[in-house]
């Protein structure tokens, strides 16, 4: 599986504009975000569609599919939940 391409993520231009508003993220390159200086959240595509792989707290990366609106919005939640507490 490989990151997503930009012509890709153009496809979560709502989805990346909502991440960039929470705050202590910062993002690098498109669509690949650190919190500090860790890795917290980017976002990988193969022939099955689009996924997200986010550190929630101290774990390990999880990898959560981003094609359809309610993976999106399950996405943002969870990432709100752990940014704002």
Do not use: W
């Amino acid at each position: 599986m490989r990151h997503a391409r930009p012509e890709r993520l153009q496809a979560l231009a709502g989805l990346l504009d909502s991440l960039r508003a929470l705050p202590g993220l910062t993002e690098r390159q498109t669509g690949i975000f650190y919190v500090k200086s860790r890795a917290y959240l980017h976002f990988h595509e193969d022939r099955s569609g689009l996924y997200a792989d986010i550190r929630l707290g101290d774990a390990d990366f999880t990898r959560l599919p981003v094609d359809t609106m309610d993976d999106q919005d399950r996405l943002l939640s969870l990432a709100r939940a752990d940014r704002l507490g």
